[in-house]
Nanobody, 126 residues
């Protein structure tokens, strides 16, 4: 059964950093495009960053561009999100997701992502 599991969330002060990890089991990530989404209470789920099959193409939401970096290690079957200069507005549950419909990081279309992790909480205090 395909499964994604996020880790690395926690509580940090404004300006701090966190590194989120997402591990896949039951399927091979190198055949999937990957993305990170986030959702704050009462708000819509939004795309944060995505990365193409081999990692050659990436995209970032305007709100995180310059602060966050997505990467993948296909040999380890993992994807990461390095988050620097965190702001209280970044507080949300973060989800990793995998798609076999979008291999080129062309956008954030939730229906294209068949597999989702359970989420990890990131809280940034001011």
């Amino acid at each position: 059964q395909p499964q994604l599991v996020e880790s690395g969330g926690g509580l940090v002060h404004s300006g701090g950093s966190l590194r989120l990890s997402c591990a896949a089991s039951g399927f091979t990530l190198r055949y999937y495009g990957l993305a990170w989404f986030r959702q704050a209470p009462g708000k819509e789920r939004e795309g944060v960053s995505c990365i193409s099959l081999r990692g050659g193409g990436t995209n970032y939401a305007d709100s995180v561009s310059g602060r966050f970096t997505i990467s993948r290690d296909n040999a380890k079957n993992m994807v990461y999100l390095q988050m620097n200069s965190l702001k209280p507005e970044d507080t949300a549950v973060y989800y990793c997701a995998a798609t076999n419909l979008d291999y080129y990081c062309s956008g954030y279309v939730p229906s294209n992502y068949a597999y989702w992790g359970q989420g990890t909480q990131v809280t940034v205090s001011s």
